[in-house]
């Protein structure tokens, strides 16, 4: 009960609604379940919220493990007293726990223990206690040559090194000295000698500083990354002016010759062990840090990317473009399937430009294809304008952001759909069926390369992949699969499936053909009664005998809707064709102890719109005609362009001269922005105007300022997925938050 109290006063939450969240994740429910299905237990919690109770019940369970074995290990060192075991269960993080744990952990042979060896405790104690006596005739009675301690000098060394140790473990210093690091600390960045012209991309951090607090993640991962591949030294700097007569304040009690002696273990302690020791943990505290906020960026820029509006079905014609090499071609139906492919050479001179034009028009009008996809890598502007030349009617024409097709025509997964193809037919089918819906065929890619994010290979891969999973859930889940047309991919991340239940589906399809409702699922091998209910308002499945086996109406839910029918003496289906009947329907009627007024509304919306698909409808777009490359660019040109990443420092957007333009922070627009997703999303289509071309650096700077409300976001759109809330990205305020609570 304890930790739920915590967290519900973290996250300005009840306890009930904390306690029924955790309850329902412990009993296996998922976050999009609990989401869109248990609102009358949670308060109508967003996944965010459920999503942060989780992650912070999980940092509290740790936090509980290592507090039992922390006490084990004080135990059988015959160590543990009532004063000490009640610290450790009071302690509230983890370092505050490694503090108290520190004098007792088992360690190496350090130059204390030695000086403990030689029986050099009590002088320590006596000088730590800084009493009006003589402190060589104290020293002397401790002299013994035996045990190495030939001198008066000797002894007090090692009782000093004794001093050290404890003023560097005690938990108090430790605190107040992370305090001061966290809140005057700077990160010092300097290019390794002799390393100036091949480290030419970390040039802003040759010779740099930066408030610890006030570096954004973006510059920390930089200056990790450069030290990382040893092109930079970088440093936590403090002074020690800010620190020592901090120290001084809990150990110097006079100033005696004891008091002297104490000052010198002071400097020696805090030089040699404590410093050290602190901006060991400084660093990993940052880097901690940092990688959460790059991990929410790539995340949002995940989403966004998943949640991209498809095509939808159509017959299509899709080229993976090249030079020398010649443009593999392919045909897809309407449900993505491969007809018949080829390769074209529109680059290859003259005959070969003949060729491909009649190639071209023979499958387009063989086929009757809708919509050409060309992906957006080497000579895709070129062969764009060569098919945009043929002035073909009725065809839409797209470029299609290629990251990650080719990663996908080398898998297993790609193997296994296509094992009589080689890998260029697989890249062209992945192009085309990404512009169908980018949905579907993203998932079959690991999300780290499919082209958004910047630090996503330097960040902990275990909460980026956590994260990434989590998003790709939570998309797959807000939009629905058809049971008979899903993948294997995108069916294991529906609620409560999984991969080896998505592929029992799957079987089950091929040998019994398509499901014809929902409850038929329950005949699919292991999938037992909870996987159903987590799963089954997921799926949908057109012209299924049900009418709201097509819609996100929950099973369980479905007698509720056929009673509302039966009080208005119609069909269920007459509750979907016909908005007359359905505000007929009285809500609060069947208001019950499990179903509240958010569910009663979640079904109205889904008889308004069974199966709405949330993504926005598809909008063609153009590059500007002859702006090609990054030689055709001139400033102040103004040009269309496609946003591709966001980071914590801008976005950057694709204007079709295969380098991406970099809209930074100050340009997205003519007012403060302290975070780019406030003002933009990936695949958004955006006006730029090119500021700055540095051919030579592969550079282009591009600003919004002029154009801030081109193709604005629809009213009530959040960018952030399903939270409704956009969090400012602020190092500062995390790190001045973690020291608050040291003080």
């Known amino acids: 009960m304890l930790h739920e109290i915590i967290i519900s006063k973290e996250l300005a939450l009840t306890s009930k609604q904390v306690s029924t969240t955790i309850g329902l994740l412990d009993e296996g429910a998922t976050i999009p379940f609990i989401s869109r299905y248990r609102k009358e237990l949670t308060g109508s919690l967003d996944e965010v919220q459920i999503t942060s109770i989780r992650d912070r019940m999980q940092q509290l369970r740790d936090l509980d493990k290592r507090k039992d074995a922390v006490l084990k290990s004080i135990a059988d060192q015959g160590k543990l007293t009532s004063e000490l075991e009640a610290q450790v269960k009071s302690a509230e993080t983890m370092s505050a726990l490694e503090d108290i744990y520190l004098p007792y952990k088992p360690k190496r042979k350090t130059r204390a223990s030695a000086a403990r060896e030689k029986g050099l405790q009590p002088l320590a104690d006596f000088l730590l206690a800084q009493n009006l006596m003589e402190i060589n005739d104290q020293a002397k009675n401790f002299i013994d040559v035996e045990k190495g301690v030939s001198s008066v000098e000797d002894a007090l060394a090692g009782s000093r090194d004794i001093i050290a140790e404890t003023i560097a473990e005690d938990a108090e210093v430790r605190a107040r000295t992370r ?40 510059r920390v991962l930089a200056m990790r990354r450069g030290e990382k591949e040893e092109f930079l030294y970088l440093d936590i700097e403090v002074s020690e002016e ?52 790059a991990i929410k960026v790539f995340a949002d820029n995940v989403r966004q ?68 996809a060309i992906g957006n890598g080497t000579a895709g502007r070129e062969t764009e304008d060569f098919v945009r030349k043929l002035d073909l009617q009725n065809v839409t024409l797209v470029m299609v952001n290629e990251s990650g097709a080719s990663i996908y025509s080398a898998s297993e997964t790609a193997r296994e759909e296509f094992p009589d193809y080689d890998i260029t037919v697989r890249g062209a089918v992945s192009i085309g069926r990404r512009l169908m819906d980018p949905l579907a065929e993203l998932v079959k890619i690991d999300p780290k390369s499919i082209g958004v994010g910047q630090y996503q290979h330097d960040v902990d891969q275990n909460k980026l992949q956590t994260a990434l999973d989590d998003t790709v859930m939570s998309c797959v889940n807000a939009v629905g699969v058809e049971l008979n047309t899903a993948s294997k991919q995108i069916l294991s991340y ?55 086996d097509a819609s996100a109406v929950h099973p369980e839910r479905y007698g509720l ?52 698909d949330p993504r926005e409808q598809f909008e063609a777009f153009s590059f500007t005609e002859g702006v090609n490359s990054i030689a055709d660019l001139r400033t102040g040109m103004k040009l269309p362009g496609i946003v591709t990443n966001i980071t914590n420092f801008g976005a950057f957007v694709d204007i079709g001269v295969h380098q991406d333009g970099l809209v930074h922070l100050s340009q997205l627009s003519n007012r403060f922005v302290s975070n780019p997703h406030e003002i933009v999303k990936v695949q958004q289509h955006v006006m730029v105007t090119v500021t700055e071309v540095d051919a030579k650096r592969n550079r282009i700077g591009l600003s919004m300022k002029t154009t801030e409300k081109v193709l604005p976001r629809k009213k009530n759109e959040n960018p952030r997925g399903n939270s409704g809330k956009t969090q400012e990205i602020d190092m500062g305020a995390k790190l001045a938050a973690l020291a608050s609570k040291f003080k």
């Open 179 to 218: 305090r001061v690091f966290l809140e005057k600390g700077t990160f010092v960045s300097r290019v390794v000698p002799g390393k100036e012209e091949s480290a030419l991309k970390y040039k802003d951090y040759y010779e740099w500083s930066e408030s610890l607090k006030d570096a954004p993640s973006h």
């Open 242 to 293: 800010s620190i020592l007569p901090l120290i001084d304040s809990i150990y110097i009690h006079g100033t005696n010759e004891a008091a002297k002696q104490v000052r010198l273990a002071i400097i020696d302690g805090y030089k040699r062990l404590l410093k050290p020791s602190m901006e060991t943990e400084i660093r990993v505290l940052t880097r901690q840090k940092a990688d959460e906020e």
């Open 494 to 548: 529906i609620s409560g499936l999984g991969p080896a239940l998505a592929q029992q589906i799957v079987n089950y399809r091929k040998e019994n053909g398509p499901f014809s409702s929902r409850r038929e699922l329950k005949k699919v091998p292991r999938l037992g009664d909870k996987a159903f209910e987590q799963a089954a308002g997921f799926l949908r499945i057109r012209n299924a005998s049900h009418p709201l």
């Open 561 to 612: 809707v056929e009673q509302m029918a039966k009080d208005l003496g119609v069909e269920v289906s007459d509750l979907i064709k016909d908005e007359k009947v359905r505000k007929q329907i009285n809500l609060k009627a069947y208001i019950t102890d499990e179903v509240g007024l958010p569910t009663l509304n979640d079904i109205l919306m889904e008889l308004a719109k069974p199966g709405l």
């Open 305 to 372: 990317l998943l949640l991209a509006a498809p095509l939808g079905q159509r017959r299509l014609l899709a080229i993976d473009p090249g030079f020398r090499t010649g443009c593999k071609t392919v045909v897809l139906d309407a449900q993505g399937n491969l007809l018949e492919n080829t390769a074209i050479f529109p680059h290859t001179g003259a005959g070969g430009a003949v060729e491909a034009e009649k190639t071209v028009k023979h499958l387009v009008s063989k086929y009757d294809i809708e919509a050409i």
